[in-house]
């Protein structure tokens, strides 16, 4: 009975150890190796909490190809499913545990859409907020017409997650050596890691990395 009970201990850590789907994608300017933790317990053992189950983390390491310094900033990276479609720009961690302000405007423009599918403002715990109402489609918003901006609240008590996830975010600026850090994504409902796609478009070109 003890051995069997060993066997079963040892296949629990196993499962609850196993490694993250992973890909890569390179040029001659840039390498990019990313990790989906996507699960909870990946989630659990990289932040400490699985984030309710609403949001989509991804490891990069990012390493210059010619040794020469690049400019390396979150927005240069997208997530989408091929399941629907849903595209997501990566969230601020003001945005995933933070308390703050979302402006959304279009660009060449000072006018709000309001009227338009928005980008999620959050806030952990609990589910994340839709600009313009629950009937928003998350994740499809365009990226060519909206900016969004998070200002966080000076007021606000400190929090550990925003801090924890501020420090382990993917460090932006020029980068002349690998550097590696977490984006964080939303996107509606269940999707397999086969059907997600990362997208590079940066000043390095562009790339994209399947997760197997």
Known sequence: MRFLFALLVCGA????????????????????????????????????????????????????????????????????SDRDGQKCPPLAASQVAGRGVLVVSTKGSGGMMAENPGPVWGGWPGPPRRLGGETAVIGNASESTIEAAAREDSKAPGDPLLKLLKDKALPEGEASGPVSGLLYFLLEGKHKPKNLELVYHGPAGRLSVRFR
């Open 13 to 80: 850590l196993a499962a609850a150890e196993k490694t993250p789907p992973a890909g890569e994608a390179a040029n001659e300017k840039i390498r990019i190796r990313a990790w989906l933790y996507g699960d909870a317990a990946t989630l659990r053992r990289e932040l400490g909490t699985d984030l309710g189950g609403y949001y989509t983390v991804v490891r990069l390491e990012v390493t210059p190809g010619t040794g020469e310094p690049i400019a390396l900033f979150a927005d240069d990276f997208l997530l989408r």
